[in-house]
């Protein structure tokens, strides 16, 4: 695979902010949308999945050299030998009320991070935001290391500060005065009145 | 409903704003034909709304003539005309949805709210009963809904999810009726749902002091957490959902529309009603 920092158009100094926005404008960018009756849709899709191994490449690197070091890595290959594994495929293919079943029958005392994660995750497909928040949020407590766990944790709050176009917590400042565009646009202006006199005489 | 599904006019061109009011006009002339004068009254956002989305889903705009307002005859105005039944759906649900709202008053409003909702309950009825001879199913959603809506408040272990969960599925119920196919009812299902879900917490979140005070229930209230902070990261979330799935949509007739509203309309809508809520605190406060 191509250097990831060089898919996204980034610095490797790039803060996680700036990674964000760039991955977010090429994911609009090469939305399947944009391509729908297009001869190119092919060409977005594959454009889209090195967009998104490049981000995924990067944040599993960074976060590798923020945490821990040695364990992190391993706790993502889970998912295949989970005692879970009948669950997982269960919400996989939008059978929530058998998922539910299996998890509820667990005993108290068995509940680890994954139940609380599961439990999150049939939350979460049902649309009951709230429920999947607190079990992410404990899933992430009881296992700060585990990658998956953070990502449910991180694609919440990324939805719930909406970072979608106009929306503005503070309503102050969507009032604008005078831009720089404004500016730039009055010294033409003027610019442009003053070659006209200069060309009169 | 409720009349916050809205759009928001600075954010529009003026073409789509024309295109976005024709419809309005078109839905109020045809509550006017199918339910009389009366029932004009009744136009909202919201169904507006919906008649936008049945429209752009199976592109039955055709195109748009000038009339009059029948309210205001000196005042001109467009149609949107549509070949497809989005007019007479959407019409039906304003009526039936007026109906349910005028007996949910009467089961939990003021004495005098509720004398006034009494006398005018059986003009509404019989419009009603019209509306679901046509469309029988989006009058068994909401039927159900209203049940539903009982049983989760009245429940010990209510939440906000579980609140919330009864109009949500209402309105992925009526706007999944639209699909074409199971990927697209999926989606349409999702995007209602958390357009649903925001409708009805929004709603929960204007009502905050009123329900505090003649002490009904609020799911804001009941869960004890009550901050605007709160409460917009919740309301947002349910918006960025609603979002997320709406861009699966093969959107083309009046996409600029839609998208306004999802983006900049519900938000402002959002943002008004959790400023005013601000305001309220600040003047007890004070």
């Known amino acids: 695979m191509n250097n990831p920092y060089e898919v996204l158009g980034v610095s490797p100094n790039a803060t996680d902010e700036e990674i964000k926005k760039a991955y977010r404008n090429l994911a609009k960018k090469y939305h399947p949308d944009n391509y729908a009756d297009s001869p190119l849709a092919d060409v977005a899709e594959q454009k889209m999945k090195e967009v998104n191994e490049a981000y995924d490449e990067i944040n599993r690197m960074r976060q590798k050299g923020r945490g821990t070091g040695s364990q992190s890595s391993g706790s993502y290959s889970g998912a295949q030998n989970s005692k879970?594994?009948?669950?997982?495929?269960?919400?996989?293919?939008?059978?929530?009320?058998?998922?539910?079943?299996?998890?509820?029958?667990?005993?108290?005392?068995?509940?680890?991070?994954?139940?609380?994660?599961?439990?999150?995750?049939?939350?979460?497909?049902?649309?009951?935001?709230?429920?999947?928040?607190?079990?992410?949020?404990?899933?992430?407590?009881?296992?700060?290391?585990?990658?998956?766990?953070?990502?449910?944790?991180?694609?919440?709050?990324?939805?719930?500060?909406?970072?979608?176009g106009g929306y503005t917590a503070n309503p102050d400042a969507s009032v604008t005065g005078c831009t720089i565009c404004d500016i730039c646009s009055a010294i033409m202006c003027v610019n442009c009145l003053c070659n006209c006199c200069r060309s009169g005489f | 409903?409720?009349?916050?599904?809205?759009?928001?006019?600075?954010?529009?061109?003026?073409?789509?704003?024309?295109?976005?009011?024709?419809?309005?006009?078109?839905?109020?002339?045809?509550?006017?034909?199918?339910?009389?004068?009366?029932?004009?009254?009744?136009?909202?956002?919201?169904?507006?709304?919906?008649?936008?989305?049945?429209?752009?889903?199976?592109?039955?705009?055709?195109?748009?003539?000038?009339?009059?307002?029948?309210?205001?005859?000196?005042?001109?105005?467009?149609?949107?005309?549509?070949?497809?039944?989005?007019?007479?759906?959407?019409?039906?649900?304003?009526?039936?949805?007026?109906?349910?709202?005028?007996?949910?008053?009467?089961?939990?409003?003021?004495?005098?709210?509720?004398?006034?909702?009494?006398?005018?309950?059986?003009?509404?009825?019989?419009?009603?009963?019209?509306?679901?001879?046509r469309y029988p199913e989006i009058d068994n959603i909401v039927r159900e809904m209203m049940q539903n809506q009982q049983k989760a408040e009245s429940d010990p272990d209510v939440t906000v999810d579980s609140a919330a969960d009864p109009t949500a599925k209402m309105i992925s119920g009526i706007i999944s009726l639209e699909a074409k196919d199971d990927i697209q009812r999926r989606v349409l299902s999702e995007v209602g749902y958390h357009i649903g879900r925001w409708i009805y917490l929004t709603d929960a979140a204007d009502d905050i002091e009123k329900d505090k005070k003649h002490n009904n229930f609020n799911p804001f209230v009941k869960s004890g957490k009550c901050d605007q902070e709160y409460i917009s990261s919740v309301l947002n979330q349910s918006l960025a959902r609603a979002y997320d799935a709406y861009n699966l949509l093969d959107i083309i007739d009046f996409k600029p529309i839609i998208e306004n509203m999802l983006i900049y309309g519900f938000p402002n809508k959002q943002n008004a009603v959790l400023n005013k809520q601000q305001e309220v605190k600040d003047e007890q406060s004070l």
Request: proline share 2%.
């Open chain 1, 84 to 164: 879970y594994y009948s669950v997982r495929i269960y919400i996989q293919r939008n059978m929530i009320a058998e998922a539910e079943r299996i998890l509820d029958e667990a005993p108290a005392s068995e509940r680890d991070a994954e139940w609380h994660f599961l439990k999150g995750m049939c939350a979460y497909r049902k649309g009951f935001n709230e429920q999947a928040n607190q079990y992410f949020t404990t899933a992430c407590n009881m296992d700060p290391n585990n990658q998956e766990y953070r990502t449910a944790v991180n694609n919440m709050n990324r939805q719930r500060s909406y970072g979608y």
């Open chain 2, 1 to 133: 409903m409720f009349g916050y599904l809205q759009i928001h006019k600075d954010e529009l061109k003026v073409k789509e704003y024309e295109a976005y009011k024709s419809v309005y006009c078109g839905l109020c002339k045809q509550l006017g034909k199918d339910y009389g004068i009366l029932s004009r009254l009744i136009l909202s956002y919201d169904c507006t709304f919906y008649a936008v989305m049945l429209m752009s889903l199976d592109r039955s705009c055709t195109g748009f003539h000038d009339g009059r307002c029948r309210f205001n005859p000196l005042k001109k105005c467009k149609f949107a005309d549509c070949r497809g039944d989005a007019y007479s759906k959407a019409a039906a649900l304003s009526v039936i949805s007026a109906y349910y709202k005028i007996l949910d008053d009467i089961n939990d409003s003021g004495f005098f709210r509720r004398a006034a909702c009494r006398i005018v309950k059986p003009a509404f009825h019989r419009r009603e009963k019209k509306a679901s001879k």
